[in-house]
Nanobody, 121 residues
């Protein structure tokens, strides 16, 4: 079992930046893929980005490509999501997940509680 705790969310104006963090603990947390998903009110949970355990493989949703960057520091058991050029449509609860690094939520076994990101226009 892997425990995940997100932080770094908040309120930001359009065009601004935020960096989300996800601290992992538990069984072999540095040897698994990590992903970020988001869920806006009344919508399904959508894939944002994922990264392999080594950091050598990353994948992004088209809607965030070129604006968001996922990275990880295995020495700190932490995954980051740097979000730049934020738009109002990026407003959502952002979830960190641990599992196979794919776009599919079902391939992740463990989830954090989420952190709210609100982008004002």
């Amino acid at each position: 079992q892997v425990q995940l705790v997100e932080s770094g969310g908040g309120l930001v104006q359009a065009g601004g930046s935020l960096r989300l963090s996800c601290a992992a603990s538990g069984r072999s947390s540095s040897s698994i893929g990590m992903g970020w998903f988001r869920q806006a009110p009344g919508k399904e949970r959508d894939f944002v980005a994922t990264i392999s355990w080594s950091g050598g493989f990353t994948l992004y949703a088209d809607s965030v490509k070129g604006r968001f960057t996922i990275s990880r520091d295995n020495a700190r058991n932490t995954v980051y999501l740097q979000m730049n050029s934020l738009r109002p449509e990026d407003t959502a609860i952002y979830f960190c997940a641990a599992g196979a690094p794919t776009r599919v939520a079902g391939t992740y076994d463990n989830w954090g509680q989420g952190t709210q990101v609100t982008v004002s226009s």
